[in-house]
């Protein structure tokens, strides 16, 4: 059972559109949610994240927005570019001793120029 | 940034052989992680180790596996022996807090195929 929920599985948009990639999740004792973005062939690299103490994080085009009573996050890009064509990875963590992170599958985003 | 290094970047053996996978981790940091990606897919869990020890290990990580990182030196994962299921991309990854507080840096990875 998936843990760490992702949809679309991929998607293509057009240069300069809003992206909007969605992540949900079930076990209530996550308190971390990181984003990591994987060029192909390459490895996972943070792009951004968001505890459960916010509703909302902004890095530049990049926006979480975190709904915890349903337990669904998304992440927004704005202003879409060819570079950021990627797969993007939600993820989660609990706390305690064993700090691992829980990868959903991932969206793969095409940007069309 | 700070980097993971991993050695091989890929590998081909054939089944029932062993391989050990090697990861330089960011120095200073104290968590290291190994991860299985097929076809650049999920990111799977396998396993977990701090201050020399194993903390939480999923079920993929069979009892064909086993961790180390000696004297502070390569943190190996090592696969004794291989299966055919074993192919995959393995992501060495380090972190100085730990998952739910700390960034994970990931290594770019070890390409096993066995045959």
């Known amino acids: 059972q998936q843990q760490v929920r992702q949809s679309p599985q991929s998607l293509t948009v057009w240069e300069g559109e809003t992206t909007i990639l969605n992540c949900s999740y079930e076990d209530s004792t996550f308190d971390y949610f990181p984003w990591y973005r994987q060029f192909p062939g390459k490895s996972p690299a943070l792009l951004i994240a968001i505890s459960l103490v916010s509703n909302k994080k902004e890095d530049g085009r990049f926006t979480i927005f975190f709904n915890k009573r349903e337990k669904k996050l998304s992440l927004h890009i704005t202003d879409s570019q060819p570079g950021d064509s990627a797969t993007y990875f939600c993820?989660?963590?609990?706390?305690?001793?064993?700090?691992?992170?829980?990868f959903g599958l991932g969206t793969t985003l095409q940007v069309q120029p | 940034g700070p980097k993971v290094l991993q050695i091989p970047s890929h590998q081909i053996i054939d089944m029932g052989q062993m391989v050990t996978l090697n990861c330089d981790p960011v120095s200073n940091h104290l968590y290291f992680y190994w991860y299985k990606q097929i076809l650049g897919q999920q990111m799977e869990f396998l396993v977990n180790?701090?201050?020399?020890?194993?903390?939480?290990k999923s079920k993929l990580f069979k009892d064909q596996f086993s961790v180390e990182r000696p004297d502070g030196s390569y943190f190996t994962l090592k696969i004794q022996p291989t299966a055919l299921e074993d192919s995959a991309v393995y992501f060495c990854a380090s972190s100085s807090t730990g998952g739910n507080t700390g960034q994970l840096y990931f290594g770019e990875g070890s390409k096993l195929t066995v045959l």
């Open positions: 993820a989660a963590s609990r706390a305690g001793n064993t700090r691992k992170l829980i």
């Open positions: 180790f701090y201050n020399g020890k194993v903390m939480e």
